[in-house]
């Protein structure tokens, strides 16, 4: 991807003109002159956004807001649940994931790096679990879950729905299985197996997306990237299966994102791993995480020729339009998850018509609307260079992103506290400051 970088923007990718604010409102919020903003921008603490047809620059409104809190907060002024939990404030001690400017660390370890070796997912899976990283790429054994998961998804009847959300499938095979209380769990010592067995399930799940439209049952000891392309109904290739596990590997985890703070949060209260998985699904589901990667899908596949892109790409500059499946606020020179994905998306041959057509667009908004790439688009490059279906991107951040829920689930456990932060409370018809 070109590297020149003309903003930093915002995690949600529904567009949404309030997003953008000018200089004079930024300066309003924070409470400070036109030079001082210009000193925050000079120094990286802001990311204006110019405009083709104005010589004004705009700026996000999430990333003022993030700056307002940080400096409420050195300020010794009580930040309390309304800024703590807003961009940025860490909320609680973990072991688990660093965000970088190469990505996210796992343990110490850059998720690209795990993607070249040891280059499966379920070395991964351990690490965030356990703390140490397998030396070769393994296999798990499969375990049946106790339950029949083709009866339960297929009574849900998906090809009637005219919106298929695979985060409630993935929700669906979770509550259908159950698990114990948290008491089973740790007295029969299964919260290995149950884990193991929540992602063989989701790696049948994507049955729902291939020739069959249900669950397909996974048997045989075989890679979860191998068992994701046989429920597609994809033919097997060494790069396919590469690029499936690396885009599992690079949607692991990423600190506190909404729904792995929802996980923690049901885990405090003692919640079942199988509660808590659904309690982080339900919240994935948004149109900031996983349901706005079913709409950068659905943009990304349409185009049919250059023009459409162009025309598309004008629509969004004069309407100043934040497109799903671009920018991120954690990454004010772009996601480098995306540029990973997308690169080896092109290492993948030669691109269809449809896979080449999403590279101009992608290229087209970063140059000229100066909107990187995020995790999104990444995904949704990567699945059309390796020929799987619509919605994949998505499905594979959802049981990508499991394994890290699972390890949040366990550390929180282990830090033995309920979480339930404070409001705010303010008098109605009154005002703060």
Not at 9 to 26: Q, R, V
Request: overall charge positive; charged content about 15%; hydrophobic content about 40%.
């Amino acid at each position: 991807m070109p590297s020149r970088q003309k903003s930093k923007a915002h995690e949600s990718p529904s567009p949404a003109h309030t997003d953008l604010i000018s200089a004079k409102d930024a300066c309003a919020m924070l409470g400070i002159k036109l030079a001082t903003l210009y000193t925050y921008v000079s120094r990286g603490r802001l990311h204006p956004i110019a405009r083709a047809d104005t010589r004004t620059n705009l700026y996000l409104r999430h990333e003022v807001e993030g700056l307002l809190a940080r400096s409420t907060g050195r300020m010794g002024l009580p930040t309390g649940a309304s800024t703590a939990l807003r961009k940025g404030q860490p909320v609680v001690n973990s072991s688990i994931t660093e965000i970088t400017d190469q990505g996210p660390s796992y343990r110490g370890h850059l998720a690209s790096d795990l993607v070249r070796h040891p280059g499966n997912f379920e070395a991964v899976a351990e690490l965030l679990w356990s703390g140490v990283l397998p030396g070769a790429q393994h296999t798990w054994p499969v375990e049946p879950p106790e339950v029949d998961l083709k009866v339960a998804l297929d009574a849900m009847h998906f090809e009637r729905m005219p919106s298929l959300r695979m985060m409630r499938v993935l929700s669906i095979a979770a509550t259908a299985m159950g698990g114990g209380t948290l008491v089973e769990e740790l007295r029969s010592g299964s919260i290995t197996r149950y884990s193991r067995q929540m992602l063989f399930a989701f790696a049948g799940c994507f049955g729902v997306l291939g020739p069959t439209h249900g669950y397909c049952d996974v048997v045989g000891e075989r890679p979860i990237a191998a068992h994701i392309l046989n429920s597609l109904g994809i033919q097997q290739t060494p790069q396919r299966l590469n690029a499936v596990n690396a885009g599992l590997i690079m949607c692991a985890d990423h600190d506190l994102s909404s729904s792995t703070f929802s996980a923690r949060v049901a885990a405090s209260t003692g919640a079942g791993l199988h509660a808590c998985i659904v309690t982080a699904l339900a919240t994935h589901v948004g149109v900031t995480l996983a349901g706005g990667c079913d709409q950068a899908d659905q943009l990304i596949r349409g185009f049919a020729s250059t023009a459409q892109i162009k025309a598309r790409v004008s629509q969004a500059e004069r309407n100043r339009e934040r497109l799903p499946g671009f920018t991120l606020p954690l990454y004010p020179h772009g996601d480098p998850r995306a540029t990973f994905l997308i690169e080896i998306a092109h290492q993948l041959g030669t691109p269809s018509r449809q896979a080449e057509m999403a590279f101009r667009f992608i290229e087209n908004v970063h140059n000229q609307l100066g909107m990187p790439p995020n995790l999104a688009a990444g995904l949704i490059a990567l699945c059309l260079a390796s020929g799987l279906p619509e919605r994949t991107a998505s499905t594979l951040w959802g049981t990508g992103r499991a394994a890290g829920w699972i390890a949040h689930v366990l550390e929180q456990r282990l830090a033995g506290f309920q979480i339930r932060p404070r409001s705010n409370y303010i008098a109605s018809g009154k005002r703060t400051e």
